[in-house]
């Protein structure tokens, strides 16, 4: 039998400057905005035209509020309602962690909805040129949450190769269910995402792209789900499913509907070439 593997005790601090502290999870926040947004200059220009580079530029500070303040009411409203409610202070530590992707998307879906609204863009095709870089974002903030030893999975055989004790596991094997969801969330996530924007006929039906991710993401978090242990506040739901899993549903709904009312309406031409970035 293979000895089980021990959680490597990475420091979740990267550096200390001065009195403040660069954790690697606020820099999975930081690379994956960046790249999210370097991406999005190409992707808006591809035909038909969703926007401009200018405009992705812009929309920087817009994504970055809608994640965080998003993913921070989320985290209170869906995991954690009844202790900030006594608490409401805490609802502003987020250095002691506590952000929910469901919240964040939320968050982003508002901040894009404002967005297409002030710059007069068509909403569903700036969207799927988002979502393909959404998933990046997604598979750095995984492996932040496995460099922290924290969202570790459920019990694993002990012959699994890769099993896993976490420092705050217990002495029990688990599965690293972070890395299965930054390659599952992440990368396999990204790839489809890649590879079917690369098709002109997607591109044309606005919300296509949107409603892809929002199936693909669902599935995968769903599966994900199964190898993650449920927090501990919370435990299992009803029929044995996770907060999760549920949150998941409406997002699956949504996206196949988003991808049938994408099929079923028009081409759309994109925005003129002479358009130019609004103040």
């Not at 992705?56 to 009844?82: E, H, K, N, S």
């Not at 909403?123 to 030893?149: E, H, K, M, S």
């Not at 896993?164 to 930054?182: C, K, L, N, T, V």
Request: with cysteine; charged share 10%.
């Amino acid at each position: 039998m293979l000895p089980v593997l021990m959680f490597p005790q990475f420091n979740p601090v990267l550096v200390h400057v001065g009195p403040f502290a660069i954790r690697w999870y606020a820099l999975s926040y930081i690379i994956g905005i960046v790249l999210g947004i370097t991406l999005l200059r190409r992707l808006v220009n591809l035909p038909p035209r969703a926007g401009t580079p200018e405009l992705a530029d812009d929309f920087l500070a817009w994504v970055t509020l809608g994640i965080l303040m998003g993913g921070r009411l989320g985290y209170v409203l869906f995991y954690q309602p009844g202790y900030y409610i006594t608490h409401p202070l805490a609802m502003l530590e987020v250095w002691h962690g506590g952000m929910s992707f469901h919240g964040g998307a939320l968050g982003v879906i508002i901040a894009m909805m404002l967005f297409t609204w002030r710059h007069k863009l068509n909403f569903l095709a700036f969207a799927d040129r988002v979502t393909i870089a959404v998933p990046i974002g997604l598979g750095l903030g995984r492996v932040a949450n496995f460099i922290n030893g924290e969202l570790w999975g459920r019990e694993a055989p002990a012959s699994l190769p890769w099993a896993m004790i976490f420092p705050d596991g217990g002495p029990i094997p688990r599965h690293p269910s972070q890395i299965y969801e930054a390659l599952t969330e992440g990368l396999l996530l990204f790839l489809v995402m890649f590879a079917a924007s690369r098709k002109l006929s997607i591109r044309q039906h606005p919300g296509f792209l949107a409603g892809l991710f929002l199936a693909g993401y669902a599935c995968a978090r769903s599966f994900c789900e199964f190898f993650r242990e449920p927090d501990s506040f919370l435990g299992f739901l009803p029929g044995g499913i996770t907060m999760g899993q549920l949150l998941c549903c409406p997002m699956l709904a949504a996206g196949i509907a988003l991808m049938v009312y994408a099929n079923r309406h028009p081409v759309y031409e994109g925005i003129p070439p002479e358009a130019e970035a609004k103040p």
